[in-house]
């Protein structure tokens, strides 16, 4: 499985971005797509998650209601949409896939397969 991120970029506070994560190789319905951040001198955190099928999405609280995940079917690929950014969003932005269960799914460390970060700047 190989995963390619993209979308990164610089906007001020309350701007929009969208991340992608194309997807190529044999993945699972039941696997997960998650997206994960990592700041300077922090752990990489969860952000959201997708279930492969579709069914199932899960947000990190600080950022539900502003960031929506979808898998676009045609071309395998997850989108992040990140609305209403906030510069505690900034961060280096990451994709991967695996196969967690869904109770943990938050778990990066579950997660076999990362693409590149993709840099996400949030100015105030």
């Known amino acids: 499985v190989q995963l390619q991120a993209c979308g990164g970029g610089s906007v001020q506070a309350g701007g929009s971005l969208r991340l992608s994560c194309a997807a190529s190789?044999?993945?699972?319905?039941?696997?997960?797509i998650g997206w994960f951040r990592q700041a300077p001198g922090k752990e990489r955190e969860f952000v959201a998650s997708?279930?492969?099928?579709?069914?199932?999405?899960d947000y990190a609280d600080s950022v539900k209601g502003r960031f929506i995940i979808s898998k676009d079917n045609t071309n395998n690929t997850v989108h992040l949409q990140m609305n209403a950014l906030k510069p505690e969003d900034t961060s280096v932005y990451y994709c991967a896939a695996g196969s967690p269960t869904w109770a943990r799914a938050r778990d990066n460390r579950l997660y076999r397969n990362w693409g590149q970060g993709t840099l996400v700047t949030v100015s105030s």
């Open positions: 997708i279930m492969w099928s579709g069914t199932r999405t």
């Open positions: 190789g044999r993945i699972f319905n039941n696997w997960f």
